[in-house]
């Protein structure tokens, strides 16, 4: 069944990477297995679109040939029977006197056209992905930080280093696979005699096991502490945002680890607010400031300035001072933009009633 993963991620065809990264990051942060209502079907169907469309040469084949590209032109291991659905055989079939119990052919297929046909160790396996939120400040948003955080998962045994072996003891060939790292299996079902193959219970499709045990994670490798990570929050970071750390998730045994994402929640400011890669703030200036000018001291986020107001500035004029805003590249930044309101007076005195007075005789 053709995918469309434009659907799927809610984006339109011509979306930009931008796009289709936040849309990412949106729902993957909203289907997550470890969230109260999450899902993990909905997770890896966003996953499995987010793979292909940010990558540009994977977009352009899917674009022409839709969600079965890779096959396109040829043969592909691993295609099968395309999206026949074998498990309503499961309840069995009668054959003259013959009773067969197929059980799940899925099961038979899926092993037969991925494993059972090629040579090789069995396919890595891979922990589950995990998720979590910080809190930063909206300077720290701007200019980057490193941050460390305790979250408890699943981990390498730091003894071992995951290896599941006591310090000093050598690695053996299984067993119970003969050090190829899956078992064959053969099924009777209507078709006759199936085989397939499945990764080995006891080296977990490693090949070889260790002639001692570490003692801290008892053989397997992996056992769920809490673990310090440090997180290098990029510059310009915007409210919201995921940063996505590769192989820091949910260890597994004799495998590789999944990813963590961390949800970046960026704290208000009292003054400034973000426009793109500009900063943004309000400066209420008095009536003779506003018809004189003058110069204000203003507290940016590299620290103290002092802006000169021109003469005769009109309500809601904005003031470009360039470099303060957000870091674009290492080099070059954003402006900060300042919005001039003029506060006018609530009461005047008689002596100011008296000034405006000659000023409105002149036709100001």
Known sequence: MNKDYYNILGVNKSASKDEIKRAFYKLAHKYHPDKKGGNETKFKEVNEAYQVLSDDSKRLKYDQFGSGFEQAGGYSRGQGFGGFDFSNFSQ?????????????????????????MGGGRAQSRRG????????????????GVNRKILITKTSNCPTCHGSGAKIGTKMETCKHCNGQGKIRETRRSFLGNISSTKVCETCFGAGEVPREVCEK?????????????????????????????????????RGTAGDLYIKINVTPHH?????????????????????????????TLDGKIEVIIPESVAINEILRVRGKGVP???NKRGDLLIKLNIKLPSKLSRKSREIIEELKKEGI
Do not use: W
Request: negative net charge; contains cysteine; hydrophobic residues 40%.
């Open 128 to 143: 589950r992905d995990i998720s979590t939120e910080i809190q930063i400040s909206f300077y720290d948003s701007i200019f």
């Open 271 to 299: 003054i400034f607010k973000r426009d793109g890669h500009n900063l943004v703030m309000n400066l209420n200036l008095k009536l003779s400031d506003a018809l004189l000018g003058t110069k204000y001291p203003i507290e």
């Open 217 to 253: 994670c008892k053989g397997k490798g992996v056992f769920r502490r809490e673990e310090e990570i440090s997180i290098a929050i990029p510059v310009g970071i915007r409210d919201g945002e995921m940063v996505r750390m590769s192989g820091m998730g949910e260890a597994v045994t």
């Open 92 to 116: 069995g079939f009668q054959n003259g006197n013959a009773d067969f119990d197929f059980g799940n052919l899925n099961d038979i297929f899926s092993d037969f056209f991925t494993g059972g």
């Open 328 to 330: 674009i590249s290492k």
